[in-house]
């Protein structure tokens, strides 16, 4: 289905193209895209995890100045968690985590999170193919939260289960902006329509937690945490442009 649908709007985009002259003129229009990301944490989003990567989706809309105004949501995850050993008061003399049957339970540990804003840019046409194309600068703000996720590969154990993951996960969440800066084009006739930069991110977070459950004898900081990171995005654009009304002559 996802794919399908990706094949009609590909489809629309290119039909619709072929009625307008983007090499010529600055067009408005609406646009959808999916993006790619590999992030570096810094601040105190490095004590917790390493190189994240993202995944997006965005739509917006395009002015015939080409003002930007749209929205995104992001899903970062990664596999480096920087917290120490979380589950360690969970381990036996071995060093193992055993599961309901007695069994060596295998633990994951992985880095989730999101993001979702409202955003502003501009499409600046220096060494641009066309008008549509150029620097394109962006900010935005909206709300970001992210946890350690705990996978037990099936095993059932009751460590770990259901709420008692809550102590271990360090949900956190809170208001965020973000920064933009790269380039955006837009073929003057065809499907590559992208753009590339560099991406930035602060967070003004807060722990959703009141204990964590390997620190029991710890007091769950409150204070704001700076949870920042910045790298490098591509992404891929489909515009929607409108169909130019037809030209009609009597006699």
Partial sequence: MQRQLLILLT?????????????????????????????????????????????????????????FLGTDVNFFFGNQIKTGDILKNLRDSYGNITDINGDVAAILLFSRGYNANLSFGKIIPIFGSNPNSGIFIQAGAGYMQYHIRIESNKQVIPQVELDYRKGYDRLTGGFSTNEFLGYAYMANNGLVNFYAGFYFLQGYTYNQRSIFYDQPAEKVSTSLRYDNLYGFRVGWLIPIYKSKPKEFYYD
């Fill in 11 to 67: 489809l629309l985009s290119t039909s619709l193209l072929a009625q307008r002259n983007v090499s010529s003129e600055t067009i408005a229009t609406p646009w959808i895209g999916i993006h790619y990301g590999l992030n570096q944490p810094t601040n105190d989003l490095q004590e917790r995890f390493g190189l994240l990567n993202n995944l997006g989706f965005n739509a917006g809309y395009k002015t015939k100045r080409n003002w």
